[in-house]
């Protein structure tokens, strides 16, 4: 009982200020080219289906976002644009203070090509690494 006891304490003794300062990140999408981005700067690997090619792009996720109350996310690397992170890294560097990348690892590069990779990556605001199973031969 005495934890209890002060475990609701240390709640109720947290200033409301403090309590309301927590920021809520959606920590697992993806944003892609518009069909007329993709044929001028950013082309697709894999197209998107028609119906969601114009309706990725970090505007659309910004506005979906303000809407649902989330202050951050953090982009995953989309198999649309695959290896060529380029277009989430022009996200990341538009929006900072919206965006973080986790890049999508070239399983085909040399280890001292991927380390130099990540670190290319981690000064263009990526934190994380993914590993897809499905890309790797071997």
């Known amino acids: 009982m005495m ?16 309590a309301f300062s927590m920021k809520i990140i959606d920590s697992h999408l993806h944003v892609w080219a518009s069909k007329s981005e993709a ?49 989430v890294a022009n996200a990341i560097k538009k929006y900072p203070h919206k965006f973080k990348g986790m890049l999508l690892h070239d399983p085909e590069l040399s280890p001292e090509m991927a380390v130099k990779r990540l670190e290319e990556l981690v000064l263009s605001g990526y934190v994380g690494v993914r590993f897809n199973p499905y890309l790797w031969n071997e």
């Open 39 to 87: 044929e001028s700067n950013f082309p697709y690997d894999q197209p998107p289906p028609e119906s969601l090619q114009n309706n990725a792009t970090p505007e659309a996720l910004l506005e979906q976002m303000d809407k649902a109350g989330v202050d951050g996310a953090l982009i995953v690397q989309p198999i649309n644009h695959k290896y060529d992170h380029s277009y």
């Open 3 to 18: 934890r209890l006891f002060s475990l609701v304490y240390l709640v109720c003794a947290i200033p409301e200020a403090a």
